[in-house]
């Protein structure tokens, strides 16, 4: 069965300073990545996705993140974190039967001033 | 589009209630699934449908039960709540074929049980 694992619970990054998110997962081939947003009780909104192709992957709101296989990672990045990014990540893997998606536990973010 | 939708927002039961948590989408998506969110955990998948008539479990699925009757509806039933099922519920769907196979999320329901 496939796992996804976000080593980082919270993170703090002062406005204007770059970001990396870090999501590791286990699956025997090439699963499906995503990273989605949850500010604070909301619900779920996609940053970015990857299947194959190019392994650095563009998203929404200045978000790109890294396929590394040989690493088994997916890091979400961000060159320049605004107030705004505060909130929890969850990186997530779909595979398996109906390709559901296994979520990672989730990072929070807190952006300092 | 309204997308996914979900009914209601907030509830809160006593121990051994039982009650429906309704979820609806308009994008004609084959496949539905059900989601609960808890603290340090992300969100786990309770049961999943590829279609009308067809469910399966997912990786949480004792004190629930679903049914597809159409495409357009996935409704999650409590049976007897009890107090580890308060959570935050998302309902989810995404269409066959997709390339990504891209979920689109519910605005979700948050849940106390009592």
């Known amino acids: 069965a496939q796992s996804v694992t976000q080593p980082d619970i919270h993170i703090t990054v002062s406005e204007g300073a770059s970001l990396e998110l870090r999501c590791n997962y286990s699956?025997?081939?090439?699963?499906?990545l995503f990273w989605y947003v949850q500010s604070p009780g909301q619900g779920l909104q996609l940053l970015l996705k990857y299947f194959s192709g190019d392994t650095l992957v563009q998203g929404i709101k200045g978000f790109e993140a890294e396929f590394k296989r040989s690493q088994s990672s997916f890091n979400l990045r961000k060159p320049s974190v605004h107030w705004s990014d505060a909130a929890e990540y969850f990186c997530?893997?779909?595979?398996?039967?109906?390709?559901?998606?296994?979520f990672g536990g989730g990072t929070r973010l807190m952006v300092k001033p | 589009n309204a997308g996914v939708t979900q009914t209601p927002k907030f509830q809160v039961l006593k121990t051994g209630q039982s009650m429906t948590l309704q979820c609806a989408q308009d994008m004609n998506h084959e496949y539905m699934s059900w989601y609960r969110q808890d603290p340090g955990m992300g969100l786990r998948l309770i049961h999943y449908s590829v279609g009308a008539g067809i469910t399966d479990q997912g990786e949480v699925p004792n004190g629930y039960n679903v049914s597809r009757s159409t495409t357009e509806d996935f409704p999650l039933r409590l049976l007897s709540a009890a107090p580890s099922q308060t959570s935050v519920y998302f309902c989810?769907?995404?269409?066959?074929?997709?390339?990504?196979?891209?979920?689109?999320f519910g605005p979700g329901t948050r849940l106390t049980v009592l």
């Open positions: 997530a893997v779909g595979a398996g039967a109906g390709n559901m998606l296994t």
């Open positions: 989810a769907s995404r269409k066959r074929g997709d390339l990504y196979n891209e979920q689109f």
């Open positions: 699956y025997g081939a090439t699963p499906y």
